[in-house]
């Protein structure tokens, strides 16, 4: 170490700074989604805006994992987010979400998570009702990340065969009947503004917030579709 110390005060040693990087740094179009689906390039934009101070947010194995990230293109500062794909346990990040709230019940606690990952999970909602988790459930009746991605790594099979269609399921009611407070974002988010400011005012129970989201609106790219 000395000898590194002594070098460094002998010589002065030239860094290449990087260049500044562009405010946008997405270069890909994003198509709008079908007319009965939210936007979720304007979901993820407010939320990021919107995020609460000292708060924890997860992502499960669903379109957010890689959704989320793209929009908003750079850390912020006031949350602590953790995305949880790696492994592919869908549904794990509720289990995660509970433990961080259980360690720190003074940060609020949001979770994304699909539609898909809710069924490995949903039966365990009563437990939580009390904890003040926010729940932003991506209702799209997909396995979304199966539906992108299988055209890329079997190219040849055909679609009918990914098993990739969900029925239709009402997830508020069950929160409901599991005692949580629920609320359904319309298609246009014209009561987007109005579900967050209740969400501000309810600390103590859990929230389930149900999202329209089109399973063939892509925004992020899958980095593991790439590798297989």
């Known amino acids: 170490m000395q000898k590194i110390i002594n070098e460094t005060q002998q010589k002065s040693f030239a860094t290449k700074p990087c260049q500044v990087a562009t405010a946008d740094l997405n270069k890909r179009e994003i198509l709008p989604p079908q007319k009965e689906y939210a936007d979720m390039a304007k ?3 407010r939320l990021y805006k ?3 101070p000292n708060s924890v947010v997860i992502s499960d194995v669903c379109l957010a994992y890689k959704d989320y990230q793209y929009v908003t293109q750079r850390p912020n500062d006031a949350i602590t987010y953790f995305s949880f794909y790696r492994g592919s346990a ?28 809710f069924r490995l999970y949903g039966g365990s909602l009563s437990e939580a ?13 997909t396995y979304s990340i199966v539906a992108q991605g299988l055209p890329i790594i079997l190219p040849t099979v055909d679609s009918e065969r990914f098993h990739d269609k ?16 629920s609320y359904s974002v319309l298609s246009d988010l014209s009561n987007f503004d ?6 501000e005012k309810n600390k103590l129970q859990s929230i389930i917030v149900s999202i329209p989201v089109d399973p063939e609106q892509i925004l992020g790219q899958n980095p593991r579709v790439r590798n297989l």
Not at 90 to 117: E, N, Q, T, W
Not at 194 to 199: F, P, T
Request: proline share 1%.
């Open 43 to 45: 979901v993820y934009a």
């Open 50 to 52: 919107w995020w609460q």
């Open 90 to 117: 869908m549904g794990g990040a509720y289990g995660v979400a509970i433990g961080a709230k259980l360690a720190s019940p003074d940060k609020r606690v949001y979770l994304f998570s699909g539609d898909g990952c």
């Open 129 to 141: 009702k009390d904890l003040g988790i926010v729940l932003f459930l991506l209702d799209n009746h």
């Open 166 to 181: 969900l029925n239709k399921t009402d997830y508020c009611k069950i929160a409901e009947a599991s005692g949580w407070l």
């Open 194 to 199: 109005d579900i967050l400011r209740e969400i």
